[in-house]
Protein backbone atom coordinates (compact mmCIF):
# COMPACT_ATOMS: atom_id res chain seq x y z
CA UNK A 1 0.00 0.00 0.00
CA UNK A 2 1.19 3.23 -0.57
CA UNK A 3 -0.13 7.00 -0.13
CA UNK A 4 -1.15 9.24 -3.29
CA UNK A 5 -2.28 12.44 -2.39
CA UNK A 6 -5.18 12.24 0.07
CA UNK A 7 -6.21 8.10 -1.61
CA UNK A 8 -4.29 5.38 -0.44
CA UNK A 9 -3.04 2.51 -3.56
CA UNK A 10 -1.89 -0.84 -3.82
CA UNK A 11 0.76 -2.01 -5.38
CA UNK A 12 -0.85 -2.56 -9.06
CA UNK A 13 -2.25 1.01 -8.73
CA UNK A 14 -5.85 0.55 -7.77
CA UNK A 15 -7.59 2.76 -5.26
CA UNK A 16 -8.44 1.15 -2.37
CA UNK A 17 -11.34 1.32 -0.01
CA UNK A 18 -10.54 -0.30 3.11
CA UNK A 19 -13.49 -1.45 5.20
CA UNK A 20 -14.06 -3.74 8.11
CA UNK A 21 -14.37 -3.52 11.83
CA UNK A 22 -13.57 -2.79 15.00
CA UNK A 23 -11.85 -6.25 16.71
CA UNK A 24 -12.99 -5.97 19.66
CA UNK A 25 -14.86 -4.23 22.09
CA UNK A 26 -14.61 -6.81 24.95
CA UNK A 27 -10.65 -6.86 24.23
CA UNK A 28 -10.77 -3.78 26.85
CA UNK A 29 -10.81 -6.29 29.59
CA UNK A 30 -9.09 -9.38 30.58
CA UNK A 31 -10.17 -12.87 29.62
CA UNK A 32 -12.77 -14.13 31.89
CA UNK A 33 -16.29 -15.77 32.01
CA UNK A 34 -19.03 -13.86 30.90
CA UNK A 35 -20.68 -11.16 32.77
CA UNK A 36 -17.39 -11.76 35.09
CA UNK A 37 -16.84 -7.66 34.74
CA UNK A 38 -19.61 -6.56 37.04
CA UNK A 39 -18.30 -8.73 39.80
CA UNK A 40 -16.78 -7.84 42.88
CA UNK A 41 -13.09 -7.76 42.95
CA UNK A 42 -13.05 -7.46 39.27
CA UNK A 43 -11.36 -4.24 39.82
CA UNK A 44 -8.20 -6.02 42.48
CA UNK A 45 -6.90 -7.87 40.06
CA UNK A 46 -4.49 -5.25 38.79
CA UNK A 47 -1.01 -8.25 38.14
CA UNK A 48 -2.65 -11.36 38.17
CA UNK A 49 -4.37 -10.97 34.50
CA UNK A 50 -4.54 -12.10 31.39
CA UNK A 51 -6.28 -11.19 27.98
CA UNK A 52 -5.14 -14.50 26.37
CA UNK A 53 -7.76 -15.28 24.74
CA UNK A 54 -8.98 -11.46 23.32
CA UNK A 55 -10.15 -11.21 20.95
CA UNK A 56 -11.29 -14.39 21.10
CA UNK A 57 -9.51 -18.22 21.81
CA UNK A 58 -7.17 -19.45 18.98
CA UNK A 59 -8.99 -22.54 18.11
CA UNK A 60 -11.78 -20.23 17.11
CA UNK A 61 -9.96 -18.05 15.20
CA UNK A 62 -10.34 -19.07 11.78
CA UNK A 63 -14.34 -19.79 12.10
CA UNK A 64 -14.46 -16.08 13.11
CA UNK A 65 -12.02 -14.17 10.47
CA UNK A 66 -13.96 -16.05 7.66
CA UNK A 67 -16.93 -15.15 8.75
CA UNK A 68 -15.51 -11.68 8.51
CA UNK A 69 -14.11 -12.06 5.52
CA UNK A 70 -17.36 -13.55 3.83
CA UNK A 71 -19.24 -10.07 5.35
CA UNK A 72 -16.68 -8.09 3.40
CA UNK A 73 -14.77 -7.19 6.55
CA UNK A 74 -11.44 -7.53 5.22
CA UNK A 75 -9.39 -4.32 7.06
CA UNK A 76 -9.85 -4.62 10.68
CA UNK A 77 -8.40 -1.92 13.37
CA UNK A 78 -7.44 -4.53 16.28
CA UNK A 79 -7.44 -3.51 19.88
CA UNK A 80 -4.13 -3.95 21.89
CA UNK A 81 -4.83 -2.28 25.12
CA UNK A 82 -1.53 -1.23 27.31
CA UNK A 83 -2.28 -3.63 30.44
CA UNK A 84 -2.79 -6.40 28.17
CA UNK A 85 1.18 -5.97 27.44
CA UNK A 86 2.53 -4.66 30.44
CA UNK A 87 0.28 -5.64 33.37
CA UNK A 88 2.63 -6.60 36.17
CA UNK A 89 4.86 -3.90 36.11
CA UNK A 90 6.99 -1.71 33.82
CA UNK A 91 9.24 -3.47 31.76
CA UNK A 92 7.12 -6.81 32.41
CA UNK A 93 5.51 -7.75 29.28
CA UNK A 94 3.16 -10.51 28.68
CA UNK A 95 4.94 -12.52 26.21
CA UNK A 96 2.35 -15.42 26.40
CA UNK A 97 0.05 -12.89 25.52
CA UNK A 98 2.10 -11.45 22.55
CA UNK A 99 3.01 -15.53 21.69
CA UNK A 100 -0.97 -15.54 21.14
CA UNK A 101 -1.27 -12.35 19.25
CA UNK A 102 0.77 -13.27 16.82
CA UNK A 103 -1.10 -16.68 16.22
CA UNK A 104 -4.16 -14.78 16.11
CA UNK A 105 -3.03 -12.70 13.22
CA UNK A 106 -1.69 -15.49 11.31
CA UNK A 107 -5.27 -16.96 11.28
CA UNK A 108 -6.12 -13.33 9.79
CA UNK A 109 -3.52 -13.41 7.14
CA UNK A 110 -4.53 -16.75 6.17
CA UNK A 111 -8.23 -15.23 5.16
CA UNK A 112 -6.56 -12.36 3.77
CA UNK A 113 -7.38 -10.00 6.05
CA UNK A 114 -5.05 -6.81 6.89
CA UNK A 115 -5.05 -4.75 10.49
CA UNK A 116 -3.99 -2.14 11.80
CA UNK A 117 -3.06 -2.54 15.80
CA UNK A 118 -4.94 0.43 17.56
CA UNK A 119 -3.45 1.02 21.34
CA UNK A 120 -6.65 1.48 22.72
CA UNK A 121 -7.50 3.20 25.88
CA UNK A 122 -10.73 4.90 27.02
CA UNK A 123 -10.55 7.40 30.09
CA UNK A 124 -7.12 6.08 30.91
CA UNK A 125 -8.02 2.39 32.46
CA UNK A 126 -10.49 0.20 33.89
CA UNK A 127 -10.09 1.69 37.74
CA UNK A 128 -10.99 5.09 36.13
CA UNK A 129 -14.38 3.68 34.40
CA UNK A 130 -12.60 2.53 30.85
CA UNK A 131 -9.60 0.81 29.71
CA UNK A 132 -6.11 1.17 28.33
CA UNK A 133 -2.92 1.90 31.00
CA UNK A 134 -2.13 -0.55 33.78
CA UNK A 135 -2.99 0.16 37.09
CA UNK A 136 0.75 0.36 38.32
CA UNK A 137 0.76 3.79 36.15
CA UNK A 138 -1.91 5.62 38.88
CA UNK A 139 -0.09 3.75 42.16
CA UNK A 140 3.42 5.25 41.09
CA UNK A 141 2.05 8.62 42.10
CA UNK A 142 0.47 7.13 45.07
CA UNK A 143 -3.18 6.70 43.80
CA UNK A 144 -5.06 4.15 46.30
CA UNK A 145 -6.97 2.30 43.48
CA UNK A 146 -9.46 1.37 46.72
CA UNK A 147 -10.52 4.75 46.80
CA UNK A 148 -11.65 5.94 43.65
CA UNK A 149 -15.15 5.68 43.70
CA UNK A 150 -15.15 6.53 46.91
CA UNK A 151 -13.62 9.45 46.85
CA UNK A 152 -15.49 10.73 43.42
CA UNK A 153 -12.43 10.60 41.58
CA UNK A 154 -13.80 7.94 39.34
CA UNK A 155 -16.59 6.50 38.76
CA UNK A 156 -17.04 2.67 37.78
CA UNK A 157 -19.80 0.23 37.19
CA UNK A 158 -18.15 -2.66 39.33
CA UNK A 159 -18.51 0.07 42.44
CA UNK A 160 -21.00 1.75 41.25
CA UNK A 161 -23.98 0.09 43.77
CA UNK A 162 -21.97 -0.29 46.47
CA UNK A 163 -20.73 3.66 46.91
CA UNK A 164 -24.22 4.75 46.06
CA UNK A 165 -26.91 2.04 46.52
CA UNK A 166 -28.44 2.25 42.96
CA UNK A 167 -28.00 1.13 39.89
CA UNK A 168 -25.13 1.70 37.07
CA UNK A 169 -26.67 5.00 34.93
CA UNK A 170 -26.84 3.84 31.58
CA UNK A 171 -23.51 5.20 29.14
CA UNK A 172 -22.09 7.53 32.27
CA UNK A 173 -18.60 6.31 31.67
CA UNK A 174 -17.44 9.08 29.57
CA UNK A 175 -18.35 11.74 32.68
CA UNK A 176 -15.34 10.09 33.76
CA UNK A 177 -13.02 12.37 31.49
CA UNK A 178 -14.17 15.19 33.58
CA UNK A 179 -13.49 13.29 37.08
CA UNK A 180 -9.94 13.65 38.99
CA UNK A 181 -7.97 10.63 38.40
CA UNK A 182 -8.12 10.06 34.52
CA UNK A 183 -8.41 14.03 34.16
CA UNK A 184 -4.92 13.85 36.12
CA UNK A 185 -3.03 10.87 34.13
CA UNK A 186 -3.83 12.72 30.74
CA UNK A 187 -2.79 15.99 31.89
CA UNK A 188 0.65 14.68 33.37
CA UNK A 189 0.88 12.33 30.16
CA UNK A 190 0.70 15.24 28.02
CA UNK A 191 1.62 18.30 30.04
CA UNK A 192 3.92 16.82 32.86
CA UNK A 193 6.95 18.82 31.93
CA UNK A 194 5.09 21.95 31.76
CA UNK A 195 2.45 21.85 34.57
CA UNK A 196 4.80 19.65 37.05
CA UNK A 197 7.98 20.06 36.21
CA UNK A 198 9.56 19.10 39.25
CA UNK A 199 7.40 15.65 39.54
CA UNK A 200 9.58 12.77 38.58
CA UNK A 201 9.06 8.62 38.95
CA UNK A 202 12.48 6.64 38.79
CA UNK A 203 14.63 9.91 38.00
CA UNK A 204 12.05 11.38 34.88
CA UNK A 205 10.15 13.81 34.61
CA UNK A 206 6.68 12.17 35.17
CA UNK A 207 5.29 12.88 31.37
CA UNK A 208 8.93 11.79 29.86
CA UNK A 209 8.42 8.60 32.12
CA UNK A 210 4.76 7.87 31.31
CA UNK A 211 5.17 8.81 27.64
CA UNK A 212 8.52 6.49 27.83
CA UNK A 213 6.74 3.35 29.50
CA UNK A 214 3.76 3.41 26.77
CA UNK A 215 6.17 3.25 23.65
CA UNK A 216 8.69 1.10 24.80
CA UNK A 217 5.78 -1.45 25.56
CA UNK A 218 4.14 -1.03 22.15
CA UNK A 219 7.43 -1.16 20.62
CA UNK A 220 8.01 -4.32 22.08
CA UNK A 221 4.09 -5.44 20.58
CA UNK A 222 6.13 -4.66 17.60
CA UNK A 223 9.17 -6.46 17.84
CA UNK A 224 6.92 -9.44 18.67
CA UNK A 225 4.97 -9.14 15.51
CA UNK A 226 7.10 -7.89 12.93
CA UNK A 227 6.86 -11.26 10.78
CA UNK A 228 3.36 -10.70 10.46
CA UNK A 229 3.16 -9.07 7.06
CA UNK A 230 -0.46 -8.39 7.50
CA UNK A 231 0.11 -5.38 9.99
CA UNK A 232 -0.73 -2.76 7.83
CA UNK A 233 0.18 -0.19 10.33
CA UNK A 234 -0.48 1.24 14.33
CA UNK A 235 -2.38 3.48 15.74
CA UNK A 236 -0.96 6.49 18.16
CA UNK A 237 -3.57 6.32 20.58
CA UNK A 238 -7.36 5.83 20.93
CA UNK A 239 -9.33 9.15 21.90
CA UNK A 240 -6.85 10.95 23.60
CA UNK A 241 -7.57 13.70 25.81
CA UNK A 242 -6.62 17.07 26.94
CA UNK A 243 -7.66 16.85 30.89
CA UNK A 244 -6.90 20.03 32.42
CA UNK A 245 -5.18 20.98 29.68
CA UNK A 246 -6.69 24.49 28.15
CA UNK A 247 -8.94 25.07 30.62
CA UNK A 248 -8.83 28.99 31.00
CA UNK A 249 -10.27 28.76 34.64
CA UNK A 250 -10.57 25.36 36.47
CA UNK A 251 -13.19 26.84 39.14
CA UNK A 252 -15.92 26.50 35.93
CA UNK A 253 -17.20 23.49 34.31
CA UNK A 254 -15.74 23.87 30.52
CA UNK A 255 -15.85 21.13 27.64
CA UNK A 256 -18.30 18.36 29.70
CA UNK A 257 -17.86 15.21 27.75
CA UNK A 258 -21.80 14.89 28.58
CA UNK A 259 -23.61 18.11 28.94
CA UNK A 260 -26.37 16.21 30.95
CA UNK A 261 -25.67 15.30 33.75
CA UNK A 262 -23.06 15.51 37.26
CA UNK A 263 -20.62 18.03 36.03
CA UNK A 264 -17.95 19.39 38.30
CA UNK A 265 -15.54 22.00 37.69
CA UNK A 266 -11.88 20.97 37.58
CA UNK A 267 -11.80 22.47 41.01
CA UNK A 268 -13.85 20.60 42.74
CA UNK A 269 -13.01 17.34 41.18
CA UNK A 270 -9.83 18.07 42.86
CA UNK A 271 -11.16 19.08 46.10
CA UNK A 272 -13.05 15.87 46.39
CA UNK A 273 -9.79 13.48 45.53
CA UNK A 274 -8.06 15.41 48.33
CA UNK A 275 -10.56 14.61 50.79
CA UNK A 276 -12.86 17.16 50.93
CA UNK A 277 -16.87 16.94 50.75
CA UNK A 278 -18.06 19.26 47.79
CA UNK A 279 -21.73 19.25 46.14
CA UNK A 280 -21.66 19.18 42.41
CA UNK A 281 -24.60 20.51 40.04
CA UNK A 282 -26.21 18.12 38.26
CA UNK A 283 -27.75 19.31 35.07
CA UNK A 284 -30.83 18.35 33.57
CA UNK A 285 -31.41 16.41 30.25
CA UNK A 286 -35.26 18.68 29.55
CA UNK A 287 -33.23 21.98 29.48
CA UNK A 288 -30.49 20.02 27.21
CA UNK A 289 -27.81 20.23 29.94
CA UNK A 290 -28.78 24.29 30.50
CA UNK A 291 -30.26 24.26 33.73
CA UNK A 292 -28.94 22.77 37.03
CA UNK A 293 -31.52 20.44 38.42
CA UNK A 294 -30.08 19.56 41.58
CA UNK A 295 -26.99 18.85 43.11
CA UNK A 296 -25.14 15.83 44.05
CA UNK A 297 -22.44 15.06 47.09
CA UNK A 298 -18.95 14.29 45.75
CA UNK A 299 -16.77 12.49 48.60
CA UNK A 300 -19.05 11.96 51.78
CA UNK A 301 -16.90 10.21 53.49
CA UNK A 302 -14.07 12.51 53.27
CA UNK A 303 -11.31 10.22 52.28
CA UNK A 304 -8.47 11.00 50.30
CA UNK A 305 -7.22 9.49 46.90
CA UNK A 306 -3.62 9.51 47.67
CA UNK A 307 -1.44 7.44 50.12
CA UNK A 308 0.44 8.37 53.04
CA UNK A 309 3.30 10.24 52.30
CA UNK A 310 1.79 11.33 48.57
CA UNK A 311 -0.31 14.57 47.74
CA UNK A 312 -2.21 15.89 44.36
CA UNK A 313 0.29 16.84 42.02
CA UNK A 314 -1.45 20.15 41.52
CA UNK A 315 -0.91 20.56 45.13
CA UNK A 316 2.54 20.26 45.22
CA UNK A 317 2.67 22.40 41.98
CA UNK A 318 0.92 25.25 43.68
CA UNK A 319 -2.46 25.49 41.97
CA UNK A 320 -3.78 25.41 45.38
CA UNK A 321 -3.44 24.86 48.78
CA UNK A 322 -5.15 23.69 52.24
CA UNK A 323 -3.03 25.61 54.29
CA UNK A 324 -5.78 27.17 57.58
CA UNK A 325 -7.42 23.69 57.15
CA UNK A 326 -9.54 24.82 53.87
CA UNK A 327 -8.94 24.33 50.10
CA UNK A 328 -7.95 27.28 48.26
CA UNK A 329 -7.31 27.53 44.61
CA UNK A 330 -4.51 30.03 43.72
CA UNK A 331 -4.06 29.94 40.20
CA UNK A 332 -7.36 29.25 38.12
CA UNK A 333 -5.80 29.83 34.80
CA UNK A 334 -2.79 27.41 35.27
CA UNK A 335 -3.34 25.07 32.48
CA UNK A 336 -4.89 27.84 30.22
CA UNK A 337 -1.20 28.84 29.02
CA UNK A 338 2.02 27.42 27.46
CA UNK A 339 5.19 29.19 26.73
CA UNK A 340 3.18 32.87 27.72
CA UNK A 341 0.46 32.03 25.16
CA UNK A 342 -2.55 30.42 25.17
CA UNK A 343 -2.25 26.47 25.22
CA UNK A 344 -3.47 24.41 22.17
CA UNK A 345 -3.62 20.84 23.30
CA UNK A 346 -3.50 19.39 19.92
CA UNK A 347 -0.27 21.03 18.57
CA UNK A 348 1.26 21.84 21.63
CA UNK A 349 0.95 18.52 23.49
CA UNK A 350 -0.41 16.00 21.73
CA UNK A 351 1.29 16.44 18.05
CA UNK A 352 4.46 16.12 19.68
CA UNK A 353 3.68 12.58 21.29
CA UNK A 354 2.12 11.52 18.30
CA UNK A 355 5.37 12.51 16.23
CA UNK A 356 7.95 10.96 18.85
CA UNK A 357 5.64 7.40 19.17
CA UNK A 358 5.35 7.31 15.23
CA UNK A 359 9.73 8.26 15.11
CA UNK A 360 10.45 5.25 17.99
CA UNK A 361 7.93 2.73 15.96
CA UNK A 362 9.92 3.39 12.52
CA UNK A 363 12.73 2.43 13.76
CA UNK A 364 11.57 -0.99 13.65
CA UNK A 365 9.59 -0.48 10.15
CA UNK A 366 9.74 2.43 7.95
CA UNK A 367 7.18 0.85 5.61
CA UNK A 368 4.16 1.51 8.27
CA UNK A 369 1.52 3.86 7.95
CA UNK A 370 0.32 5.79 11.00
CA UNK A 371 -3.20 6.10 12.12
CA UNK A 372 -3.40 9.36 13.95
CA UNK A 373 -6.29 10.71 16.06
CA UNK A 374 -6.96 13.71 17.81
CA UNK A 375 -9.12 14.29 20.59
CA UNK A 376 -13.02 12.91 19.86
CA UNK A 377 -15.17 15.63 18.22
CA UNK A 378 -14.35 15.18 14.63
CA UNK A 379 -16.50 18.34 13.33
CA UNK A 380 -14.01 20.86 15.29
CA UNK A 381 -11.10 22.16 13.48
CA UNK A 382 -9.24 22.12 16.99
CA UNK A 383 -10.02 18.73 17.81
CA UNK A 384 -7.69 17.50 15.19
CA UNK A 385 -3.64 18.43 15.25
CA UNK A 386 -2.16 20.38 12.13
CA UNK A 387 0.25 18.49 10.03
CA UNK A 388 2.60 19.74 6.64
CA UNK A 389 4.74 18.26 4.75
CA UNK A 390 7.72 18.37 7.08
CA UNK A 391 5.77 16.25 9.87
CA UNK A 392 5.99 12.39 9.62
CA UNK A 393 4.80 10.80 5.93
CA UNK A 394 2.49 7.82 6.01
CA UNK A 395 0.02 8.74 8.13
CA UNK A 396 -3.56 8.74 8.15
CA UNK A 397 -5.76 11.25 9.77
CA UNK A 398 -8.38 8.28 12.02
CA UNK A 399 -11.14 10.27 13.03
CA UNK A 400 -13.97 9.51 14.97
CA UNK A 401 -17.92 9.73 14.59
CA UNK A 402 -20.90 8.87 16.07
CA UNK A 403 -24.85 9.88 16.28
CA UNK A 404 -24.37 11.64 19.63
CA UNK A 405 -28.09 11.39 20.52
CA UNK A 406 -28.45 7.72 19.39
CA UNK A 407 -25.61 6.26 20.98
CA UNK A 408 -26.16 8.44 24.54
CA UNK A 409 -30.05 7.92 24.62
CA UNK A 410 -30.09 4.67 22.88
CA UNK A 411 -33.15 5.27 20.94
CA UNK A 412 -33.10 5.88 17.38
CA UNK A 413 -35.61 8.16 14.84
CA UNK A 414 -34.77 8.59 11.12
CA UNK A 415 -36.57 11.46 11.00
CA UNK A 416 -35.05 13.20 14.23
CA UNK A 417 -31.55 14.62 15.77
CA UNK A 418 -29.97 17.42 17.65
CA UNK A 419 -26.75 18.78 16.10
CA UNK A 420 -24.33 18.41 19.08
CA UNK A 421 -22.05 21.82 17.88
CA UNK A 422 -25.11 23.62 17.61
CA UNK A 423 -27.34 22.33 19.29
CA UNK A 424 -29.96 22.79 16.69
CA UNK A 425 -32.99 20.19 16.13
CA UNK A 426 -32.95 18.42 12.63
CA UNK A 427 -36.21 17.61 11.85
CA UNK A 428 -37.34 14.93 8.88
CA UNK A 429 -35.25 12.29 7.65
CA UNK A 430 -33.53 13.78 4.53
CA UNK A 431 -32.52 16.32 6.59
CA UNK A 432 -30.99 13.73 9.35
CA UNK A 433 -29.57 11.90 6.66
CA UNK A 434 -27.68 15.57 4.97
CA UNK A 435 -26.65 16.11 8.47
CA UNK A 436 -24.49 12.53 8.74
CA UNK A 437 -23.04 13.19 5.29
CA UNK A 438 -22.62 17.10 6.62
CA UNK A 439 -20.71 15.58 9.39
CA UNK A 440 -18.54 13.17 7.92
CA UNK A 441 -17.50 15.90 4.88
CA UNK A 442 -16.73 18.25 7.36
CA UNK A 443 -13.96 16.18 9.43
CA UNK A 444 -12.15 15.54 5.96
CA UNK A 445 -12.88 18.87 5.05
CA UNK A 446 -10.74 19.64 7.63
CA UNK A 447 -7.85 17.64 7.38
CA UNK A 448 -7.38 18.66 3.96
CA UNK A 449 -7.03 22.42 5.15
CA UNK A 450 -5.47 21.57 8.44
CA UNK A 451 -3.67 18.19 8.14
CA UNK A 452 -1.86 18.66 4.36
CA UNK A 453 -4.85 16.63 2.93
CA UNK A 454 -3.90 13.07 4.09
CA UNK A 455 -5.78 10.06 3.51
CA UNK A 456 -9.38 9.93 6.08
CA UNK A 457 -10.35 6.56 7.88
CA UNK A 458 -13.21 6.87 10.05
CA UNK A 459 -12.19 4.57 12.76
CA UNK A 460 -15.23 4.31 15.00
CA UNK A 461 -18.57 4.77 14.04
CA UNK A 462 -21.83 2.50 15.15
CA UNK A 463 -25.18 2.41 16.87
CA UNK A 464 -26.04 0.38 20.55
CA UNK A 465 -28.18 -2.61 19.76
CA UNK A 466 -30.11 -2.48 23.03
CA UNK A 467 -31.92 0.35 22.00
CA UNK A 468 -35.57 1.48 22.97
CA UNK A 469 -35.30 -1.09 26.20
CA UNK A 470 -33.67 -3.91 24.18
CA UNK A 471 -36.98 -3.66 22.36
CA UNK A 472 -35.29 -5.44 19.26
CA UNK A 473 -34.06 -8.64 21.86
CA UNK A 474 -37.74 -8.95 22.84
CA UNK A 475 -39.66 -8.61 19.40
CA UNK A 476 -37.12 -10.63 17.45
CA UNK A 477 -36.27 -8.23 14.71
CA UNK A 478 -33.53 -5.46 13.79
CA UNK A 479 -35.77 -2.99 11.30
CA UNK A 480 -35.00 0.05 13.34
CA UNK A 481 -30.91 -0.71 13.37
CA UNK A 482 -30.84 -1.67 9.95
CA UNK A 483 -32.30 1.46 9.10
CA UNK A 484 -30.12 3.37 11.18
CA UNK A 485 -27.05 1.86 10.08
CA UNK A 486 -27.87 2.18 6.43
CA UNK A 487 -27.95 6.04 6.60
CA UNK A 488 -24.46 5.90 8.79
CA UNK A 489 -22.84 3.70 5.90
CA UNK A 490 -25.03 6.13 3.12
CA UNK A 491 -22.74 8.75 5.01
CA UNK A 492 -19.80 7.21 4.55
CA UNK A 493 -20.07 5.66 1.10
CA UNK A 494 -21.25 9.84 -0.11
CA UNK A 495 -17.88 10.53 1.55
CA UNK A 496 -15.72 7.69 -0.18
CA UNK A 497 -14.75 6.89 3.48
CA UNK A 498 -12.71 3.88 4.55
CA UNK A 499 -14.30 3.20 7.74
CA UNK A 500 -14.09 0.12 10.60
CA UNK A 501 -17.23 0.23 12.35
CA UNK A 502 -17.55 -0.56 16.03
CA UNK A 503 -17.09 -3.28 16.53
CA UNK A 504 -17.25 -7.11 16.69
CA UNK A 505 -16.94 -9.04 20.18
CA UNK A 506 -16.92 -12.39 19.82
CA UNK A 507 -18.60 -12.71 23.29
CA UNK A 508 -21.12 -10.42 23.00
CA UNK A 509 -24.48 -11.87 24.23
CA UNK A 510 -28.02 -10.10 24.76
CA UNK A 511 -27.92 -10.54 28.57
CA UNK A 512 -24.12 -9.06 28.83
CA UNK A 513 -23.87 -7.07 25.42
CA UNK A 514 -20.11 -6.23 24.34
CA UNK A 515 -18.96 -7.11 28.20
CA UNK A 516 -18.01 -3.70 29.17
CA UNK A 517 -19.82 -0.43 31.13
CA UNK A 518 -23.01 -1.88 29.54
CA UNK A 519 -22.42 -1.22 25.69
CA UNK A 520 -23.48 -3.67 23.15
CA UNK A 521 -22.80 -2.43 19.78
CA UNK A 522 -21.34 -5.59 17.99
CA UNK A 523 -22.59 -6.36 15.01
CA UNK A 524 -22.48 -10.18 15.58
CA UNK A 525 -24.04 -11.78 18.58
CA UNK A 526 -23.61 -15.16 19.93
CA UNK A 527 -22.76 -16.30 16.77
CA UNK A 528 -25.30 -14.77 14.27
CA UNK A 529 -25.04 -11.40 12.39
CA UNK A 530 -27.45 -8.71 13.67
CA UNK A 531 -29.16 -6.53 11.48
CA UNK A 532 -27.00 -7.20 8.09
CA UNK A 533 -29.25 -5.48 6.11
CA UNK A 534 -27.97 -1.96 7.43
CA UNK A 535 -24.01 -2.91 7.12
CA UNK A 536 -23.59 -5.82 4.92
CA UNK A 537 -23.34 -3.84 1.66
CA UNK A 538 -21.42 -4.03 -1.61
CA UNK A 539 -18.82 -1.27 -1.88
CA UNK A 540 -15.63 -0.81 -4.11
CA UNK A 541 -12.74 -2.78 -2.63
CA UNK A 542 -10.42 -2.19 -4.80
CA UNK A 543 -10.89 0.52 -7.76
CA UNK A 544 -8.74 0.30 -11.27
CA UNK A 545 -8.42 4.31 -11.43
CA UNK A 546 -10.14 6.60 -9.17
CA UNK A 547 -13.64 6.04 -7.66
CA UNK A 548 -16.06 9.05 -8.08
CA UNK A 549 -19.15 7.40 -6.35
CA UNK A 550 -21.03 4.61 -4.88
CA UNK A 551 -24.12 4.28 -3.65
CA UNK A 552 -26.49 1.36 -2.39
CA UNK A 553 -30.43 1.12 -2.24
CA UNK A 554 -31.29 -1.69 0.26
CA UNK A 555 -35.29 -1.43 -0.51
CA UNK A 556 -34.38 -2.11 -4.10
CA UNK A 557 -31.06 -3.57 -3.49
CA UNK A 558 -29.30 -2.07 -6.68
CA UNK A 559 -25.66 -0.69 -6.38
CA UNK A 560 -24.26 2.08 -8.16
CA UNK A 561 -20.38 2.65 -8.56
CA UNK A 562 -19.43 5.34 -11.33
CA UNK A 563 -14.94 5.53 -11.56
CA UNK A 564 -12.64 7.06 -14.00
CA UNK A 565 -10.71 3.97 -15.43
CA UNK A 566 -7.16 4.33 -15.62
CA UNK A 567 -6.13 1.86 -18.78
CA UNK A 568 -2.35 1.46 -17.95
CA UNK A 569 -4.18 -0.82 -14.87
CA UNK A 570 -3.93 -4.70 -15.90
CA UNK A 571 -5.44 -6.15 -12.49
CA UNK A 572 -9.63 -5.58 -12.30
CA UNK A 573 -11.43 -3.12 -10.38
CA UNK A 574 -12.83 -5.75 -7.32
CA UNK A 575 -16.28 -5.00 -5.85
CA UNK A 576 -17.81 -6.78 -2.70
CA UNK A 577 -21.42 -7.90 -3.86
CA UNK A 578 -22.91 -10.16 -0.88
CA UNK A 579 -25.08 -12.38 -2.15
CA UNK A 580 -27.36 -12.60 0.87
CA UNK A 581 -28.76 -9.47 -1.09
CA UNK A 582 -28.30 -9.92 -4.85
CA UNK A 583 -28.70 -13.74 -4.83
CA UNK A 584 -26.30 -15.92 -7.02
CA UNK A 585 -26.36 -14.56 -10.39
CA UNK A 586 -26.64 -10.66 -10.05
CA UNK A 587 -27.13 -8.69 -13.06
CA UNK A 588 -24.25 -6.42 -14.14
CA UNK A 589 -23.55 -3.12 -16.36
CA UNK A 590 -20.57 -2.02 -16.69
CA UNK A 591 -20.67 0.78 -19.30
CA UNK A 592 -17.83 2.86 -20.83
CA UNK A 593 -18.73 6.04 -22.52
CA UNK A 594 -17.61 4.75 -25.46
CA UNK A 595 -20.94 3.20 -25.94
CA UNK A 596 -18.78 -0.20 -25.09
CA UNK A 597 -19.54 -2.51 -21.93
CA UNK A 598 -16.27 -3.44 -20.01
CA UNK A 599 -15.84 -7.35 -19.04
CA UNK A 600 -17.00 -8.33 -15.60
CA UNK A 601 -16.73 -11.78 -14.01
CA UNK A 602 -18.73 -12.74 -10.47
CA UNK A 603 -17.13 -15.27 -8.38
CA UNK A 604 -19.99 -16.37 -5.94
CA UNK A 605 -17.97 -18.53 -3.39
CA UNK A 606 -15.41 -15.33 -3.16
CA UNK A 607 -18.90 -13.07 -3.31
CA UNK A 608 -16.51 -10.34 -5.57
CA UNK A 609 -17.38 -9.04 -8.90
CA UNK A 610 -14.12 -8.92 -10.94
CA UNK A 611 -14.48 -5.40 -14.03
CA UNK A 612 -11.61 -5.21 -16.18
CA UNK A 613 -10.60 -1.97 -18.04
CA UNK A 614 -8.83 -3.72 -20.84
CA UNK A 615 -6.84 -0.74 -22.02
CA UNK A 616 -10.11 1.41 -21.70
CA UNK A 617 -9.55 5.26 -19.99
CA UNK A 618 -12.51 7.22 -18.73
CA UNK A 619 -15.42 7.03 -16.87
CA UNK A 620 -17.58 4.05 -16.47
CA UNK A 621 -20.82 3.61 -14.73
CA UNK A 622 -21.15 0.44 -13.04
CA UNK A 623 -25.06 -0.51 -12.06
CA UNK A 624 -25.73 -4.46 -10.43
CA UNK A 625 -28.85 -5.42 -9.06
CA UNK A 626 -31.24 -8.61 -8.79
CA UNK A 627 -31.42 -10.42 -12.19
Same mark, same amino acid.
Given at each position: ???????????????????????????????????????????????????????????????????????????????????????????????????????????????????????????????????????? $? !??????????????????????????????? &?????????? @?????? !??????????????????????????????????????????????? $????? !? *????????????????????? &???? @???????????????????????????????????????????????????? #?????????????????????????? @???????????????????????? *?????????????? $??????????????????? +??????????????????? *????? $???????????????? *????????????????????????????????????????????????????? +??????????????????????????????????????????????????????????????????? #??????????????????????????????????????????????????????????????????????
Amino acid at each position: MRVKDNLILDDEGRTLILRGVNLGGDSKIPYCAPGSEILPGFLDRKKDVSFTGRPFPIESAEDHFRRLKKAGMTFLRFLVTWEAVEHEGPGIYDEAYLAYLRKILQAAEKEDIRVFIDPHQDVWSRWTGGDGAPAW $T !MEKLGMDLDMLDRCSAAVTKQRYAVCRDKPY &PQMIWPSNYN @RYAAAT !MFSLFFGGKTYTEDLRIDGENVQDWLQNRYIAAFKHVQRRLKNCPNI $TGWGS !M *NEPHFGFIGHKDISIAEDAVI &PVGI @RPSPWQAICAASGYKVEIPVYGLISMGRRISHYETFNTERISLFKEGFSCPW #KQAGVWTDEGGAPKLIKSGYFSSYQN @RPAVFTDDFLKPFIIKYINAMKEA *NEQNFFFIEGIPAS $TRAESHPSWNKNDPERVIN +AFHWYDGLSLFTKSFHSWF *NINPD $TKKIIIGKKNVGAYFR *NSLALGIKITKEKMGNMPCFLGEFGLPFDLNNRGGFKKGGYSLHEEALSMYYD +AVDANLLHCTIWNYSASNSNKYGDGWNDEDLSIFSEGKERAAGGWKRPYPMATAGEPLSFTWNRKLR #KFVCRFNANGEITSPSIIYLPSDFLGASPKVEASACNGKNLRSEFRREEQRLFVYNDGYNGEVILKVGLN
